[in-house]
C-alpha cells in the first residue's frame, strides 16, 4: 500500500499553482492577496499530508489558501514571496516521497522478518516430529530386532526338540517292527507245529501265509481306524470347549439367553421386512398422488384458460350491450 502511495505522488506533480491569481489582476494586488499575515499574527497554512494509507493526494485550491491567507496583507508584513513558498512546498513534497519511499522499505522488511520467522518455527517444529518419528521407528527396529532373535532361538528349540522326538520315535517304530517281526515268525512256527484237527495232516505252508497276510491286513485297518478315532476324539474335545464358552457368553449371561436373544433378533427382522413392505406402498401412493395431482393441476390451468376466455367474450358482449343501450 506504501508503494502504491508512493508512485501515486511521483506521478501526480502540480499542474495549477494553488497560490497562482486569475488572468487581468494587477502584479501588487496578486503580491498582496498570496501573502499571508505576519507570524506574530497568523501562522502559515499547512499543507494538508497524504498517511501511507491513501491512495490519493489532495492538492490545496485556492478558497482553502485565502482562509488561511488575507487579501489585505502586505508582502513587507511576512517577508516571504511567492516563489519561497512554491521551494518549501516542494521541498516538503520530496521529504514526504523520501519517508514514504523508507515506510514502504520497512514494511517489507518487517513482512520478510515474520515471514523468515514463521518458517523457521515450522521447520522447528518439523524437525521435532521427525526426531520423535526416527526415535520411534529406532525403538520399533530395536524391537524387531529382539523379537526375530526370540524366534530364532524358539525355532531353534523347536526344531532339536522336533528332531528328538522324531529319533526317539523312529526308535520305537523300529522296535515295533522287529517286535512285529519277531510275533510274526513266532506265530508261523507255532502254525508249522499245528495239525489239522479232521485230517490229523499239518498245515501247509500256503496257508500259514496267507493267513499271516490277512493278519497285517487286518492290524493295518486298526492302525488306520485307531488314527481316526483319536482324530474324531480331539475334534469332539475341541466343540466341548467352544460349547462351554457359548453357554458363558457373558456375566450372567448363558445359551438359553443366547437363543431367546436369537429368537427376539428373527421376530424384529419380520417387523423390519413388514415395515419395510409398508414403505413401499407408501411410496406407490406417493406416485399415484403425484400424478393426479399434476393432472388436476393441468387441468385447472385448461379451466383458467378457458375462463380467462370467456370473460374476455363477456366484456365485449356487456360493451355491445351498453352500446347497443345508448
Do not use: W
Not at 486569475?22 to 502559515?44: C, Q
Not at 517286535?179 to 501247509?204: D, I, W
Not at 478315532?229 to 438359553?256: C, F, V, Y
Amino acid at each position: 500500500m506504501a508503494t502504491e502511495d508512493h508512485v501515486n505522488v511521483k506521478d501526480d506533480p502540480p499542474q495549477i499553482d494553488p497560490l497562482d491569481r486569475s488572468a487581468g489582476v494587477d502584479d501588487e494586488e496578486e503580491s498582496t492577496s498570496a501573502l499571508g499575515p505576519k507570524p506574530s499574527e497568523k501562522a502559515i497554512p499547512r499543507i494538508p499530508s497524504i498517511r501511507p494509507s491513501t491512495p490519493d493526494r489532495v492538492t490545496p485550491s485556492e478558497e482553502d489558501l485565502e482562509e488561511h491567507l488575507g487579501p489585505d496583507d502586505s508582502a513587507s508584513q511576512t517577508g516571504l514571496d511567492r516563489a519561497q513558498l512554491l521551494e518549501k512546498y516542494q521541498a516538503a513534497l520530496n521529504e514526504r516521497d523520501k519517508i514514504l519511499h523508507q515506510n514502504s522499505q520497512c514494511q517489507h522488511k518487517i513482512a520478510e522478518h515474520f515471514r523468515k520467522k514463521k518458517g523457521a518455527d515450522e521447520r522447528q517444529e518439523v524437525e521435532k516430529s521427525v526426531t520423535d518419528q526416527e526415535q520411534r521407528y529406532m525403538k520399533c527396529l530395536q524391537a524387531l530386532d529382539e523379537l526375530e532373535l526370540e524366534n530364532d532361538l524358539t525355532q531353534k528349540e523347536a526344531d532339536a526338540r522336533s528332531n528328538e522326538e522324531k529319533e526317539k520315535m523312529e526308535e520305537k517304530k523300529n522296535l515295533v517292527d522287529e517286535m512285529t517281526a519277531q510275533y510274526f515268525e513266532f506265530k508261523k512256527g507255532v502254525a508249522k507245529q499245528a495239525v489239522n484237527s479232521r485230517s490229523g495232516k499239518p498245515l501247509a505252508l500256503k496257508d500259514i501265509d496267507q493267513y499271516i497276510a490277512n493278519e497285517k491286513k487286518k492290524e493295518e485297518e486298526v492302525i488306520a481306524v485307531r488314527l481316526e478315532n483319536i482324530k474324531l476324539i480331539n475334534k469332539l474335545k475341541k466343540r466341548e470347549t467352544q460349547l462351554k464358552q457359548k453357554e458363558e457368553l457373558a456375566d450372567g449371561l448363558h445359551l438359553i439367553d443366547f437363543e431367546q436373544l436369537k429368537i427376539e433378533n428373527q421376530t424384529y427382522n419380520e417387523k423390519i421386512e413388514e415395515r419395510n413392505e409398508e414403505l413401499l406402498k407408501l411410496r406407490k401412493k406417493i406416485t399415484t398422488t403425484v400424478q393426479v395431482l399434476t393432472h388436476v393441476k393441468e387441468k385447472l390451468q385448461f379451466v383458467q384458460g378457458e375462463n380467462a376466455g370467456l370473460r374476455e367474450k363477456l366484456k365485449f358482449v356487456e360493451y355491445d350491450v351498453s352500446f347497443s343501450f345508448q
